[in-house]
């Protein structure tokens, strides 16, 4: 399936959020034209670099075609204007005022096409006293929370640049729900995807605990506060994960450790008391996770119904079962012909993977093909 077969997407992003946005509509038929400047994304340049082709670049660019523009020529800042005019999606994701300066902006796009829809991805948003101000995943992480309750002790960001794809995922969902009051109306919007608010908005446990008690969550590694025991756990010979989140689970651990005693504790008696005890419940349960493997106890836990996995490097992830199962992992040619590898959309249709329909486009690998369509339809 392609449900967005037929949607044109102009995109004015560099390296992440904006990029990922652009694939994720890609992936469902969309026809995305990256705009990049004469020397290209600046993720164009992010190692791994393979003969002199970014693997970082290729990983949220496929499907997409590539044209050079020099935005400060009047003649290519036109052939941008006429693309918008001609698009159903413009997405941006420059410091919010540079597209109004160069007149690409929502309400000059809307002159002349009334129907776009224009997704802004900012760090903090289009408006507002911080909308002026920049803004990476890492100080993005910060400013919302999310590194006051990742890792032990010391503040870390998720190893994922998780503000940036949430903003991405944010922005394509917004972008095809807007797509059929589009169809029914004939008037487009203006999305407004800041970063600061998808970290936030992903965070409704955290967010939604400050709203009922007026405290927050303290960082507790892999443990969980409402749930235990709901962590990595150490065996023998080293870790694995164990989700026991209810009270039929935790059961099922007792019996199968061996300490049925520990369900007439008053102090476990309930998830809430687990929770709030969990430090010296870990204690407990992990001087029987030391008499096996974690593999030992992945093969009891599993066979007993009971939420567990192994701690997975990517290499060990992207080999997964399951993985392989839905054919996530395809062949990519990138644009000096080496082959490597990609991630496809996890999303599937009928239990059918998405394919990719076309390999990450070299920088202006379709300019002229483009600058032949605008001047076609003059």
């Given at each position: 399936m392609q449900p967005l077969k037929n949607v044109r997407v102009v995109e004015f992003t560099n390296i992440l959020s904006g990029p990922f946005c652009g694939m994720l509509l890609s992936d469902m038929g969309a026809d995305v034209i990256k705009v990049e400047k004469p020397t290209g994304d600046d993720m164009r340049f992010w190692p791994p670099i393979t003969e002199g082709y970014s693997e970082n670049f290729a990983s949220v660019n496929r499907n997409k075609r590539s044209i050079a523009l020099d935005l400060k020529s009047e003649t290519d800042l036109q052939l941008a204007r006429d693309l918008c005019a001609r698009a159903d999606v413009v997405i941006e994701n420059n410091r919010p005022g540079a597209m109004d300066r160069l007149g690409l902006g929502y309400e000059d796009i809307k002159k002349l096409n009334p129907a776009i829809l224009y997704c802004s991805i900012s760090a903090f948003g289009t408006d507002g006293p911080y909308s002026k101000r920049g803004g990476f995943d890492l100080v993005v992480q910060a400013e919302s929370g999310i590194m006051?309750?990742?890792?032990?002790?010391?503040?870390?960001?998720?190893?994922?640049?998780?503000?940036?794809?949430?903003?991405?995922?944010?922005?394509?969902?917004?972008?095809?729900?807007?797509?059929?009051?589009?169809?029914?109306?004939?008037?487009?919007?203006?999305?407004?995807?800041?970063?600061?608010?998808?970290?936030?908005?992903?965070?409704?446990?955290?967010?939604?605990?400050?709203?009922?008690?007026?405290?927050?969550?303290?960082?507790?590694?892999?443990?969980?506060?409402?749930?235990?025991?709901?962590?990595?756990?150490?065996?023998?010979?080293?870790?694995?994960?164990?989700?026991?989140?209810?009270?039929?689970?935790?059961?099922?651990?007792?019996?199968?450790?061996?300490?049925?005693?520990?369900?007439?504790?008053?102090?476990?008696?309930?998830?809430?008391?687990?929770?709030?005890?969990?430090?010296?419940?870990?204690?407990?349960?992990?001087?029987?996770?030391?008499?096996?493997?974690?593999?030992?106890?992945?093969?009891?836990?599993?066979?007993?119904?009971?939420?567990?996995?192994?701690?997975?490097?990517?290499?060990?992830?992207?080999?997964?079962?399951?993985?392989?199962?839905?054919?996530?992992?395809?062949?990519?040619t990138l644009p000096n012909g080496v082959e490597t590898k990609t991630f496809l959309s996890p999303i599937r249709f009928n239990h059918t993977t998405t394919p990719m329909r076309t390999n990450p486009p070299g920088l202006n690998a379709h300019g002229e093909e483009i600058r032949a369509e605008v001047a076609a339809k003059s």
């Open positions: 006051s309750v990742t890792g032990e002790d010391d503040p870390v960001k998720c190893g994922v640049p998780i503000s940036d794809v949430a903003t991405g995922l944010y922005g394509a969902f917004a972008i095809a729900a807007a797509l059929r009051e589009v169809k029914e109306t004939g008037k487009g919007a203006h999305i407004d995807a800041s970063m600061l608010g998808a970290s936030i908005g992903i965070a409704a446990l955290q967010t939604s605990e400050f709203f009922g008690t007026g405290g927050s969550s303290p960082r507790m590694g892999s443990r969980h506060p409402r749930n235990a025991p709901y962590q990595a756990f150490k065996a023998s010979d080293g870790y694995f994960a164990l989700a026991a989140g209810n009270d039929k689970l935790y059961a099922d651990v007792c019996r199968i450790i061996g300490r049925m005693e520990l369900l007439d504790r008053e102090e476990f008696k309930s998830t809430t008391l687990r929770a709030k005890n969990q430090t010296e419940l870990a204690v407990i349960v992990e001087e029987e996770f030391a008499k096996k493997t974690s593999a030992e106890w992945l093969d009891i836990f599993g066979e007993a119904g009971v939420p567990c996995g192994k701690i997975n490097s990517y290499k060990e992830a992207l080999s997964h079962p399951q993985v392989e199962h839905c054919e996530w992992v395809a062949d990519m």
